[in-house]
């Protein structure tokens, strides 16, 4: 039993979230299916998805490209890979006062997972 009293659920995320505030763009389409792009704030992340603030509504199960901006390097090609654009899917939202908290997953997970075994990798930079 838990603190409360209730039974404590089980944990279904293959993937621990990490609570960091990035700066994301967001693109997809809206549904009159006009593309849009909206600068958004990712409010926290796993190797599974990602929780993200933004002001539009984004359709359930909608496919997203996130785009992560980053400083650019001169040795960049001295530097690890590592994945600044990610596609998703709309799992849920959540409406706000001004804006609304949109639950992604992560098209290929950003490492293996220790259920699976299996590793993904790869860059994944394609548009919607």
């Given at each position: 039993m838990g603190v409360n009293g209730k039974t404590p659920a089980v944990e279904r995320r293959r993937f621990p979230r990490?609570?960091?505030?990035?700066?994301?763009?967001?693109?997809?389409?809206?549904?009159?299916?006009?593309?849009?792009?909206?600068?958004?704030?990712?409010?926290?992340?796993?190797?599974?998805?990602?929780?993200?603030?933004?002001?539009?509504?984004?359709?359930?199960?909608?496919?997203?490209l996130l785009e992560i901006p980053s400083a650019p390097l001169a040795a960049l090609a001295a530097l690890p890979h590592v994945a600044r654009s990610l596609r998703a899917k709309v799992l849920r939202m959540q409406h706000g006062e001004g804006y609304n908290l949109v639950g992604l997953k992560f098209s290929r997970p950003l490492v293996k997972s220790s259920r699976s075994g299996t590793s993904y990798g790869g860059k994944v930079a394609s548009s919607v």
């Open positions: 990490l609570p960091l505030a990035i700066p994301v763009f967001v693109r997809s389409r809206a549904e009159s299916d006009k593309e849009f792009l909206e600068f958004a704030t990712a409010l926290n992340v796993s190797a599974g998805g990602m929780l993200v603030a933004v002001r539009r509504s984004i359709p359930s199960s909608a496919q997203v």
